[in-house]
């Protein structure tokens, strides 16, 4: 029993509900209200890794609370293992990151934003740390709602119609997802996922291949996978720069967790090999990658560039994931960090870039590079990350990707990976080269740009923007050159994966 | 952290003749340096530390053996190198970063083919295919046959001690690694027929060029032809002769571009017929160029016989090789003689010699880097020329060794008559200087020849090439793709009851597979 990982959700929980009347006294207060909510969430990580430092390094990290006290199969209960507490931590750290940047960055309807923001954060943290399925529903539909209200926060015509297309696919994900948890507990009687995953071998093979598919299609719509990649480029090129990246860097990722979890602790990877979905599962994710970076190749416009790069990355984590060997599970986890903080860095960075601009299309990218130098330099940087230059993070976890897939003699799989760096740097260049052109602005520019543009976003603090852009290059580049720093809570993840017995009894027997 | 230093610092070998190579390297940097001292004028600091950061990661790729940190110093050496090329234009550099880096993809699919072969560390590798991929990887680095095309057009619009730098020591660290790989015993025949094809295009083509900088760039992949050919022969004395043509032929490149960039400064040009009055206008320089000359030319009692002496000898003897070594020889003759005869002796007027040279004196401003740099270089020629086994303990059988000096004397002097002959019954080979010899040109025409093959042809906007074709092709394959995949909002929806579908019947469509 630890209460703190409870606090880990109510505290976002708080702030979310707690901002609007914060707003009732004094509006100005609710900027360092929200610091506080989000420096209180830091502690609660940070004071969780120090306590348990010494069962973090032996390697039987597990805590535990049951809510209201009821026992596991009847109750709910919160569990943190070491997959738990490595999403918890890299995502805590992310929106970090990111609510300082939204400080320097929304400057109108605050209030509304926070919540939605604060929102979003409890729910992730909730799907991280909970051991109930119908939960896990639960902060699904959260994350859907919030997350669709702020890609349609410009309430311009275009965020509005990509936010309404994110909304109809993410609902229908949702609602398959509620009918598996049905099935579920109409055939076994419980929600809890250890229990769940004790008994599932017991069901019939039509049974247990019907819930795996319509889990598997819920999941696979949430990441933006082949069939279901069409709402993602939308909704990032529309909401705004935080809120990208944390669409991006965060969502994806928890929809990931929420595969690892489902497919290896619940189902049992050995369900999907029976049921010969593994193979599907593996090819279909490549293709995805390789369809998202084709689509890149032709994207005029930088935003959904950078989200059809997502798409090409996600599917590679995916496949790698799906090889189901441990050198797999180490660089698909490692590649999970990397890219969160990569593609949160150049979503953070695009939103500076292109404050001034028209649009965020490619001819308007030009002389971006000239009026903001610096950084445009680390945009410059995270972008070879992107396409794993050596020195930096980008480099070190493609390494192991390209590894595992050498290792289980997947050649499809490892050329996914070299075809996706080589057509990064064709899609990149293009557009570095475009940033360090000079513009000669005419007399008929100046007065488009300036008609064509109710100056609403203009950057409320400056330097805050700046700065996380530097902060997130600083940690490409430093665990760029110390990666192996995350060699530790990477084998305790890959521990848990596989450890599923030990999970079982954990969450049943403690 | 900790693991990777010290893994870094267990990779580095301090075996065979690396070390010797690496002693080198650091020399012919100096030198460059020293060059550079007057040349680069502007961002003077910036200069010099990418020199800094260049002269490391040579070492670390020399001695390494650890294929991680080869690639990575590997890579740091491009960059660096690619930067310093800013100096020129800037538009080397975007085409020097995309011809080193699109050459690094096949060195690293290379690299880790061997690794997954199971050669986990640098060393002889046995396996055929495994050395052709390997070889095909440095290929675009360093100027084999067919992957040469940048060269000569980077290494001649290279600001002089970056030429220096470019052609003196970064195209050797290939050959430097395929000692490493190829096995001394068996050798590669692959790569003996490359270098033969260098030396034969190359230096025909040196012969017919007018412009310094493009001729020594066109010699330095010709003399990389010779050490190709040696590593291709296997054997002792070959890769003896390998290690010290690469010396050799580092300390003359490296003096002859230092003193390129002084003629450019001197007469504001490139071009060999403009030198007039070499000799009394810059004696020391003189002097080097001739030197560095001979060492091409392998005349006797230079570092460049010594090497090409000991290749030769590692072949197998008959008549046949003794007349393809004597032709050799006389084409690297010829086209050093040309460039010394146009300087030095045609139409030049040496009667008021010690007069023009004491009013220059008194003239022209005298440089102490530049005289030290090719100083250096000037001993590192006689010396090596002198006593071949000096350069290191590894070297040291070359002492007992007969180097037949008196045969080599009568080449030389069989050669001096030749050339002169030539060169004074066809006005010493004087051809048009060759305009516009740049990439985009090379691009230009293999376009045109493309399109020629079906009409007549076209003039391409080769500036913005990669903007319009190159580009255009890719962008609208992937967006026809984009669109066949993006239907509208219903059929997107579609997908889901299908994908569901297929899921459920997958064990029905498995079972046909």
């Known amino acids: 029993m630890d209460i703190k990982i409870l606090f880990l959700i109510l505290v976002p929980l708080a702030t979310a509900f707690l901002i609007p009347f914060i707003d009732l006294i004094n509006a100005k207060l609710r900027r360092f209200f929200v610091l506080l909510g989000i420096l209180l969430e830091s502690y609660l990580i940070i004071s969780i890794i120090v306590n348990n430092f010494q069962s973090l390094k032996k390697g039987d990290f597990f805590l535990q609370y049951y809510l209201g006290g009821w026992q596991p199969p009847i109750g709910i209960s919160l569990a943190m293992d070491g997959l738990s507490l490595l999403f918890a931590v890299i995502t805590a750290l992310s929106l970090f990151l990111i609510v300082i940047y939204s400080i320097g960055y929304i400057g109108h309807h605050e209030g509304k934003y926070y919540v939605l923001y604060f929102l979003i954060t409890a729910a992730s943290m909730g799907v991280v740390l909970t051991a109930d399925i119908f939960n896990i529903y639960v902060f699904i539909e959260m994350l859907t709602i919030t997350s669709g209200a702020l890609i349609g926060f410009k309430r311009s015509q275009e965020a509005s119609a990509a936010a309404i297309k994110y909304l109809i696919y993410n609902i229908l994900a949702g609602l398959l997802f509620f009918l598996g ?60 720069s935080p809120v990208t990246a944390v669409l991006s860097g965060v969502l994806s990722k928890v929809y990931l967790y929420i595969f690892i979890r489902i497919f290896w602790t619940v189902i049992g990877f050995e369900t999907l090999v029976t049921l010969n979905l593994d193979i599907l599962l593996l090819n279909l994710a490549l293709l995805s990658s390789f369809l ?162 109710p100056l609403l976003s203009v950057l409320y603090r400056e330097k805050i923007v700046s700065f996380i852009t530097y902060a997130y290059t600083a940690i490409i580049l430093g665990f760029g050159l110390g990666f192996r720093f995350f060699d530790l809570p990477l084998r305790m993840s890959i521990d848990s994966i596989i450890n599923v017995e030990r999970y079982i009894e954990l969450v049943l027997g403690g | 952290m900790a693991v990777i230093w010290q893994q870094f610092l267990a990779s580095f070998q301090f075996e065979s003749f690396f070390p010797l190579l690496a002693e080198v390297g650091v020399i012919l940097t100096l030198m460059t340096a020293l060059a550079a001292w007057n040349y680069i004028r502007e961002n003077k600091f910036w200069y010099y530390a990418l020199t800094v950061v260049y002269l490391l990661s040579t070492l670390v790729v020399v001695l390494t053996n650890d294929w991680f940190f080869f690639l990575f110093a590997w890579e740091m050496v491009t960059l660096s190198t690619t930067f310093m090329l800013a100096w020129s234009d800037w538009k080397l550099v975007r085409q020097y970063f995309v011809i080193q880096f699109s050459g690094s993809s096949i060195l690293l699919f290379g690299a880790l083919a061997a690794n997954a072969f199971g050669y986990t560390e640098i060393g002889v590798i046995d396996s055929v295919p495994l050395q052709f991929l390997l070889i095909m990887g440095i290929g675009m680095k360093s100027g084999l046959f067919l992957f040469h095309f940048w060269l000569p057009p980077i290494h001649s619009e290279a600001p002089a001690p970056v030429s220096a730098i470019l052609s003196g020591w970064v195209v050797k660290l290939g050959y430097i690694f395929l000692l490493k790989i190829i096995p001394m015993e ?33 010699s330095t992949v010709s003399q990389l032809g010779f050490i190709a050919l040696a590593i291709g022969t296997g054997g002792q004395y070959a890769f003896y002769g390998a290690v010290l043509h690469i010396i050799a032929h580092g300390f003359a490149k490296t003096t002859l571009f230092i003193s390129s960039g002084i003629w450019q400064r ?95 004196y008194n003239h022209y401003q005298i440089y102490t880097q530049e005289v030290l740099a090719l100083l250096t270089g000037m001993l590192g020629i006689i010396i090596i020329g002198f006593w071949p086994e000096m350069p290191g303990v590894i070297l040291s059988s070359l002492a007992e060794k007969d180097f037949h000096l008196l045969t080599g004397l009568r080449d030389t002097l069989i050669y001096l008559g030749f050339s002169a002959y030539l060169f004074y019954n066809h006005s010493g080979f004087k051809i048009e200087a060759r305009r516009n010899l740049s990439l985009e040109n090379y691009l230009q025409l293999f376009l045109n020849f493309l399109y020629g093959l079906s009409r007549k042809s076209v003039k391409f906007d080769t500036e913005k090439i990669f903007e319009t074709f190159f580009y255009n092709a890719i962008f609208n394959a992937s967006k026809k793709l984009h669109d066949f995949v993006y239907q509208d909002f219903t059929v997107q929806l579609l997908w889901i009851p299908i994908f569901m579908t297929v899921l459920l019947l997958w064990q029905q469509i498995f079972s046909y597979f």
């Open chain 1, 292 to 453: 998202g970076h084709v689509f890149a190749l032709q994207s005029n416009n930088i935003k959904r560039l950078l989200g059809y790069s997502s798409i090409g990355h996600i599917g590679m984590i995916l496949a790698v994931i799906m090889l189901n060997t441990e050198a797999g599970f180490y660089g698909g986890l490692l590649h999970i960090i990397s890219h969160m903080f990569m593609k949160a860095g150049l979503f953070v960075a695009c939103g500076y870039l292109l404050q001034y601009t028209r649009s965020h299309a490619y001819r308007d990218f030009k002389g971006v590079g000239i009026r903001n130098r610096s950084v445009f330099i680390a945009f410059i940087l995270l972008l070879l990350s992107m396409i794993g230059m050596p020195p930096l993070l980008g480099f070190a976890s493609k390494w192991y990707v390209l590894m595992a897939f050498l290792e289980s003699g997947s050649f499809f799989g490892a050329f996914i990976v070299i075809f996706g760096s080589l057509t990064a740097v064709i899609y990149y260049l293009r557009y570095i080269a475009k940033g360090f052109e000079e513009v000669k602005l005419t007399e008929a520019d100046l007065k488009e740009e300036i008609f064509s543009r």
């Open chain 2, 266 to 360: 001197e007469y504001g040009s490139r071009i060999i017929y403009d030198f007039k009055d070499a000799a009394s206008r810059r004696p020391l320089t003189s002097a080097a160029t001739i030197l560095s000359f001979a060492s091409l030319a392998a005349v006797v009692f230079t570092a460049g016989y010594n090497s090409k002496y000991l290749i030769k000898s590692a072949q197998t003897s008959g008549l046949l090789t003794a007349a393809v070594f004597f032709l050799l020889g006389l084409l690297s003759f010829l086209y050093a003689g040309r460039v010394l005869y146009w300087l030095f002796v045609k139409d030049q007027d040496y009667s008021t010699f010690f007069a023009d040279l004491k009013q220059n």
């Open chain 1, 181 to 240: 948890v049905l099935l579920i507990y109409f055939n076994l009687g419980t929600l809890n996922m250890a229990d769940i995953s004790q008994n599932f071998a017991s069901l019939e093979s039509g049974i247990q291949l019907f819930i795996s598919a319509i889990f598997l299609t819920a999941i696979l719509i949430k990441m933006g996978i082949f069939p279901f990649l069409f709402w993602l480029p939308k909704s990032y090129d529309t909401a705004p």
């Open chain 2, 186 to 218: 068996t050798g590669n025949t692959f790569l003996f027929l490359l270098g033969l094809a260098m030396i034969i295009y190359a230096g025909w083509q040196a012969l017919r060029s007018a412009d310094l900088k493009i001729m020594l760039a066109y």
